[in-house]
């Protein structure tokens, strides 16, 4: 299994481990994925618990490589813009620069 690294820019994200996961991250359920081109960014439907699903993006992606692809259930960091700036799929986390 590939890691999420190797779908994502290395040089605007970086792998970490869980001591310095942080703080932020939440456990949301993907519904559906889009990709929008031509800026390598994802733009997919979560949800959380019982809440509204919305929309949230996952920028420099590397070009044809969906990093959350037949994903289900994942921790997420959101912004304030609901763009993903930290991902933890079991231990396997990273975190944009």
């Known amino acids: 299994m590939e890691s ?4 994502l820019d290395a040089d605007k994200w970086e792998t970490i ?9 939440v456990e949301y359920r993907v519904m559906r994925q889009h990709k929008e081109d ?4 994802f733009k997919y439907v979560i ?7 919305k929309y949230v993006f996952l920028e420099f992606c590397k070009p044809g490589k969906d990093p959350l692809k037949d994903i289900g ?13 930290g991902i ?7 975190s944009k620069k």
């Open 4 to 7: 999420l690294i190797d779908s």
């Open 17 to 25: 481990d869980v001591a310095t996961k942080g703080d932020g991250f």
């Open 38 to 41: 031509p800026k390598c960014t």
């Open 47 to 53: 949800q959380k618990d019982d809440n509204e699903p």
């Open 73 to 85: 259930t994942i921790e997420m960091r959101l912004d304030d813009e609901d763009k993903i700036t």
């Open 88 to 94: 933890d799929l079991d231990g396997d986390i990273v």
